[in-house]
């Protein structure tokens, strides 16, 4: 049984034009976990890191490396609002995912999305699909286009 948050992610990346299947890895609580998983580099891994925005009270996601941190001063700038923590309620309200299961595509309501360049040194990416247990892979000019994501400058 394919739970709804899976079923967003595979019509997401159908309508899309991706061929991408999500597949399921077995349950993975970091980035380094999903990329020992997957067999690739922890970067290599698109980790989907929700803030609020303090004015907007929108979720805001910055899909990064798997190995870096978000800096909040750095994303802040980016957004152009202060960021505060987006709680799980906001989360699941806004991207309909729980923590842990956070895709950058397939989101209930549009979501403002920021790109880690990192992420462009490798040919291939993973990302959650909508389970802490499944992920799909893509080109990261392929994550761009399909999370309507802006290459910015925001990691620490």
């Known amino acids: 049984m394919m739970s709804k948050s899976l079923k967003r992610v595979t019509r997401a990346l159908s309508e899309a034009g991706i061929s991408a299947e999500p597949v399921e890895i077995g349950e993975a609580t970091t980035a380094q976990m999903a990329a020992d998983l997957i067999g690739c580099h922890v970067d290599q ?22 190995g870096n941190q978000v800096d909040a001063t750095k994303a ?3 957004v152009g609002e202060a960021l505060g923590k987006a709680d799980a309620d906001l989360i699941r309200a806004q991207t309909g995912f729980a923590i842990g299961g956070v895709s950058p ?6 979501t403002r999305a920021f790109f880690d360049p990192r992420l462009l040194e490798f040919d ?16 990261p000019t392929e994550m ?13």
């Open 105 to 110: 595509i397939g989101h209930l309501s549009p």
């Open 124 to 139: 291939q990416i993973w990302a959650a699909a909508g389970t802490p247990r499944h992920v799909f892979a893509s080109s």
């Open 45 to 66: 891994i698109a980790k989907s890191i929700i803030f609020r925005g303090d004015t907007s009270d929108q979720a805001l996601l910055f899909i990064t490396a798997g």
């Open 144 to 156: 761009i286009r399909i999370s309507g994501a802006s290459k910015a400058d925001f990691v620490k």
């Open 76 to 78: 802040s700038k980016v």
